[in-house]
Each structure stands twice: as structure tokens, then as C-alpha cells.
């Protein structure tokens, strides 16, 4: 049985350490061959890129070598998938190479696509990559004072990070001491300031009391870079001296060139997280086109599911286990205090009060997250 | 005239159910209907509230057995 894990980030490593350990006689044996196909020879930890951001890590301190996190019995290239053939069950990679597989695993995440709105990759700060990280630090630096407007693209992954970097901005500029110089505008898409209900009325009255702007039911027309104006679909518009966009996303250019999905979304099945339509392709993470945050918390509960299904049908013919839906998401609070939101399919995200233990969680899983993705947590 | 599309946004709570319309609003082409299938009780009223403030055509909007079901038509 060959099985091919395409994408070596959180949801295509955990399922492929998990693997290698769940059918590590049958690799021995021979009867199983697990291999890896990725874009990059490093694994970057995306979290850490708010933290960038802020100048409270460097960019070196988000990687570690791919290699290095998997198991040995994985056979990895860095080779990535270019052509899938999902009918003949082949996989053709940049170097040419053609994987044949009776398993397909999806893992390929999303990327950013803020040339889709007009004036953005230009005009807009960004920390949804490290070199955009980066450049909105040194801006950061060095304003002195303004309008600092955050807007925030559809889809996008990680849908608490708008809030975190309000919560980061207030505390930043008040670390400079110039927060009653700078006035900050939050513009969110639908009608309330989270998409989670719970959090929206959390957050409001905490915006009022650090005296943030906002706005709701803005979504992203354009971006008149010259003028620094931001315009919504939605008919307003907003006067910036820096502005931050949380950019919206598609899949893999390769997922949307081999008609595998529109927008890179790839077409899953909610419980069985086998792409519609084709029993032996595992879709998880970011690409899947599932109505679930798209995080490394949700891929990392779907890597559990998938690969113990996986495990299950080479051993005794069958999956045994359905996803619920499930995500854990942590959410800072500024002032060194975080709280987090669990929610599945059926059972609504309950917030409670920030803490300061939660931070201090949330500092440890930092570090934490390479145990997990090895796929002993 | 192309076909409905179906957006199931039953059972979600991040992104949700308009989050999700306007995904594949996006994706859409000017003319298209999509019908948003949610289980929030809040969308039968932000729903048509965004499809009016964004300026898109809102067909129909009905509740069935728990459901929402809201057609929306992508005007620009
Ligand atoms: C700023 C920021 C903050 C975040 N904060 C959080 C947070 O607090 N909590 C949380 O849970 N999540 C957070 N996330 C989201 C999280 O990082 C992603 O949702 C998660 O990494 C998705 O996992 P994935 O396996 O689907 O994709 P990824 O981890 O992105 O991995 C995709 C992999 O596929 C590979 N690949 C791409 N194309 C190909 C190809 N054609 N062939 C082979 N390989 C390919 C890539 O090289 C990569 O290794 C954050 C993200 C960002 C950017």
C-alpha cells in the first residue's frame, strides 16, 4: 500500500509522523510505503509571525528543518506536486517525478492573495509573511502618529489574529508611550466585530475601554495608495496614515490549476475528510473547503482523525472515526492575559475571562508546537 | 443562467454562515444565485442586511425545519 502525503506543514506532518508510528511494522515490513512531498525544506511555525511583527521574536526563531521533525521511516522530498491525476491515482512533482499512490493526503495549506483587491499588495502593512512581517515592524517603528487602519479579507486563515493585533497594537504603542497620538480603526466584514458571537460581544466593550474606532460590514474594495484611502464594498471609506489588512486567501496554485477545487478550496466531506466524490484522497488543514476556521488547531484535530483512519483501513479494511468539527483556538488579550475558544460542529465556542495564565499557555505552546507537529502531543 | 449553487454553512460557528457567503460571493461570477443553508437564528436578518448594504440581489429568504435558506444574486 502506497500512501502519499502531499504538504509538510502542520496537517501534512502530524498525519505523517502519526502514520509512520501507527504502521511503523507494516513500513518495516514493507507492505506500507509513506512518503512525503513538500514545497520547502523548512517548517515554519505561523503563529509566531504576530510576534515578528512587534519585534518580540526574529524570523530565524519561527523555523525548524522539515527533516528534522519527521519520523525516519518517511520517505520526504522536497519536490512539490505539480499535476494529480486523481483517477489514475499518480501525482507528477516539479522535478518531474511521477508518485503513484493507493492513499492521497492533501495538506497543501492556502496562501495570500492581496493582488485580488486593487492597491493592496501595495498600500497595506501585512504580517501574514515573514518579509511583510518584517516591513510592518520597521513601520511600526516608526510612526509617530495617525489614523492606523486595520481591514481584514476574505477568506482568511486564523480568524482571531484581527482581534490579537488590536489588542497588540493598543499595548504597543503604549509601551511607546504615543497611543494618544495614534487613533486606531478596526473595519470588519460582517455585521459585528467577530465572526464568533461570543467574542464579538467580548470584544466590544474592550475595544471602547482601550478607545478603539470600528466599523462593521466593510469589506475591501480597493485601495487608493496615493491618496491613503481605503474604500469598502459596502460604499465607505476610511483616511489612513498605515494600514494593516489581514489579506484574503485561496488555496494552492497547483490544487486550482488541476481543477481540483474553485479557489483552491478542495471539495471535503465534513466527517470523513475524504474529498467528494474520490474515497481514497484525505483532504485536511487550510485547503479543505470545510466551513472551519482555518488553523493549525483544525488541522491538527483533523491530522488525528485522518491519519487513525488511515491506519485503520490498512489494518483492518476500514476507517473507524468521523471529525466533529473541532478547534481550539487561543486568543490573546493584551496585558499579558489570553483566553481561547473551543467549538466543534454542534457546540458553540464558550469564552471565558482572560488570564494570565492562559498567556503564559500560550507562551509555552510557542515551543510546545514542535512536539506537536512530531505528533507526540 | 447558471445554476444555484449551495453553500452549506449549517453547523458553523467560525467562520459562519455569512463569512461564508461572502467567500463564495468572491468565487462567483456577476449573475450568479447562491442559496446560503445556515443554522444560525441571526441569519435570516444579517444576511439580507449585508446583501442590501453590498448592493447584491436577495431572491428569497425563507426558514425551513431549523434551516435558512437564502438565495442571494451576485449584482456587481
Ligand atoms: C500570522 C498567522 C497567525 C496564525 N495564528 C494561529 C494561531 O494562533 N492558532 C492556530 O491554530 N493557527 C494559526 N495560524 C494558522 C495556521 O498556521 C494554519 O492554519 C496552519 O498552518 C494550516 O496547516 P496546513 O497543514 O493546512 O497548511 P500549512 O501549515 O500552511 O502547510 C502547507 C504545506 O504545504 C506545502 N505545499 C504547498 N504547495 C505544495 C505543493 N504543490 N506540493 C507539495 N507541498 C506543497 C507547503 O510547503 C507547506 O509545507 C496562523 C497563521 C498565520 C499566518
Not at chain 1, 501534512?12 to 502514520?19: D, Q, R, S
Not at chain 1, 491525476?85 to 492521497?104: A, C, Q
Not at chain 1, 481584514?152 to 503604549?174: M, N, Q, R, T, W
Not at chain 1, 470600528?214 to 481605503?230: C, G, M, P, R, S
Amino acid at each position: 500500500m502506497k500512501i502519499l502525503v502531499v504538504g509538510g506543514g502542520t496537517g501534512g506532518t502530524i498525519v505523517a509522523n502519526n502514520l509512520a508510528r501507527r504502521l511503523s511494522a507494516e513500513i518495516r515490513a514493507r507492505k506500507v510505503r509513506l512518503t512525503m512531498l513538500s514545497a520547502s525544506d523548512r517548517h515554519m511555525y505561523q503563529p509566531g509571525l504576530l510576534y515578528v511583527a512587534f519585534g518580540q521574536m526574529t524570523p530565524d526563531q519561527l523555523y525548524r528543518d522539515q527533516a528534522s521533525l519527521l519520523e525516519s521511516n518517511i520517505d520526504f522530498h522536497v519536490d512539490p506536486a505539480v499535476t494529480f491525476d486523481l483517477d489514475k491515482r499518480k501525482v507528477v512533482t516539479k522535478s518531474g517525478k511521477t508518485h503513484e499512490y493507493d492513499i492521497l493526503v492533501m495538506a497543501t495549506g492556502s496562501r495570500i492573495v492581496p493582488e485580488q483587491i486593487p492597491g493592496l499588495a501595495e498600500g497595506a502593512h501585512t504580517f501574514y509573511s515573514e518579509e511583510g512581517a518584517l516591513k510592518m515592524f520597521r513601520r511600526l517603528r516608526e510612526i509617530e502618529e495617525g489614523t492606523v487602519a486595520v481591514v481584514v479579507g476574505v477568506p482568511h486563515k486564523c480568524p482571531i489574529a484581527p482581534v490579537e493585533l488590536i489588542f497588540s497594537l493598543h499595548d504597543y504603542f503604549k509601551s511607546r508611550g504615543i497611543r494618544d497620538k495614534i487613533k486606531i480603526k478596526y473595519h470588519y466584514p460582517i455585521g459585528r466585530l467577530h465572526t464568533i458571537q461570543n467574542v464579538a460581544v467580548w470584544a466590544k466593550p474592550e475595544f471602547e475601554r482601550m478607545g478603539i474606532e470600528h466599523e462593521t460590514l466593510f469589506n475591501v474594495k480597493e485601495v487608493d495608495v496615493e491618496n491613503k484611502i481605503v474604500r469598502s464594498e459596502e460604499g465607505t471609506e476610511t483616511q489612513y496614515d498605515m494600514l494593516i489588512a489581514i489579506p484574503p486567501h485561496r488555496g494552492m496554485e497547483a490544487i486550482e490549476k488541476n481543477g481540483l477545487g474553485d479557489g483552491g478550496w478542495i471539495p471535503t466531506d465534513r466527517y470523513k475528510l475524504t474529498m467528494n466524490g474520490h474515497d481514497n484522497v484525505y483532504v485536511l488543514g487550510d485547503t479543505t473547503n470545510l466551513p472551519v476556521s482555518k488553523t493549525g488547531s483544525a488541522a491538527h484535530f483533523q491530522a488525528e482523525v485522518v491519519s487513525e483512519n488511515i491506519a485503520s483501513i490498512v489494518k483492518i479494511g476500514i476507517p473507524v472515526r468521523d471529525y466533529d468539527g473541532k478547534v481550539y483556538c487561543f486568543i490573546e488579550a493584551g496585558h499579558d492575559r489570553a483566553t481561547y475558544a473551543m467549538f466543534d460542529y454542534l457546540n458553540p465556542p464558550d469564552l471565558k475571562s482572560p488570564s494570565k495564565p492562559m498567556h503564559w499557555f500560550k507562551m509555552a505552546y510557542n515551543q510546545m508546537y514542535w512536539t506537536s507537529v512530531r505528533g507526540l502531543l | 443562467m447558471s445554476d444555484t449553487k449551495i453553500v452549506d454553512a449549517r453547523d458553523t460557528f467560525c467562520p459562519g454562515p455569512l463569512m461564508e457567503l461572502i467567500t463564495y460571493m468572491k468565487q462567483s461570477n456577476v449573475g450568479d444565485t447562491l442559496e446560503l443553508l445556515s443554522t444560525d437564528d441571526g441569519s435570516g436578518n444579517d444576511v439580507p442586511e449585508w446583501v442590501d448594504k453590498a448592493g447584491h440581489e436577495l431572491v428569497s429568504n425563507e426558514r425551513v425545519d431549523g434551516v435558512w435558506h437564502i438565495k442571494v444574486r451576485k449584482a456587481k
